[in-house]
């Protein structure tokens, strides 16, 4: 179902006024036209450092650059008039200090004309998300499994499976929280694990596999396109647009091939000439 009010843009406020009542629907966006799409049916879009992976090839989001996240950040913006845009801080642009990371937020918001950015980390950013948001950065923090600590984890690992493993998970939500974060993604993380955190901190949780506990949900749109030859477990493809792809292409190809592709109706056919016939 659209959103209703599609004469504004949704604000930071009214996410964070959706904790414990109708989840937030959140995916992410990397192009104009697909924020378009989207816009009448999310209430937020993630301009994520997933795009390193999904637009560019890389195999994970550690060489994606501040310059890579304010393109496709603008590009979102000039598609998406209702939804609140989120811009990825990506990795080495704000772990360094809060004096950094302002200079380069402050960029990514002036630049693009998103509301709000999101950051890896929990405990270890708190200072980082006080100082952002006492200086008009509202901050979406993001927990559990971050993809930026991909080296240092050994994998693309799920959190929370060893109960050894959750007063650490705990305490980032927390902190995250406390620091001034306006809603916190908790990624690859067990439901018991996730439904805990959701009691227990005042602000939104937006689950990506980390179960229907959450006060939201993201995807990678491309996953649940069904355009992840190897989507992880927690995706619901929704369409499959590889195959759907795959066999236009294929179709083009042969009508190119056998002439068949302009027809008559794709030709432009000249001025009728003064006097002609
Ligand atoms: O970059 C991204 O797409 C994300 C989502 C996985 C939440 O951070």
Known sequence: MPNPDQTRRITVPEIRAHKGKTPIVCLTCYHAHTARLLDRHVDLMLVGDTLGMVIHGMETTLGVTLDMMILHGKAVMRGAEH??????????????????????????????????????????MADTIRY????????????????????????????????????AIEAD???????????????????????????????????IGASPECDGQILVMEDMLGLNPAPPRFVREYAHLAA??????????????????????????????????
């Open 244 to 277: 759907e792809i795959e066999s236009a292409v294929e179709a083009y190809a042969g009508d190119v091939r056998k002439r068949r592709f302009p027809a008559t109706e794709n030709v432009y056919n000249m001025k009728k000439e003064a006097g002609g016939v």
């Open 173 to 207: 939500a927390k902190a995250v929280a406390e620091a001034g974060a306006f809603a916190v993604v908790l990624e690859a993380m067990t439901e018991p694990l996730a439904a805990k955190i959701t009691r227990e901190i005042n602000i939104p949780t937006i689950g």
């Open 83 to 124: 939804a609140l845009v989120v811009v990825d801080m990506p990795f080495g642009s704000y772990e360094e200090s809060p004096e950094i990371a302002f200079r380069n937020a402050s960029r990514v918001m002036q630049e693009t004309g998103c509301g709000a950015i999101k950051l890896e980390g929990g405990a270890r």
């Open 132 to 167: 952002l948001t006492l200086r008009g950065i509202p901050v979406v923090g993001h927990i559990g499994m971050t993809p930026q600590m991909v080296q240092v984890l050994g994998g693309f690992k799920t959190q929370g499976r060893d109960r050894a493993e959750w007063a």
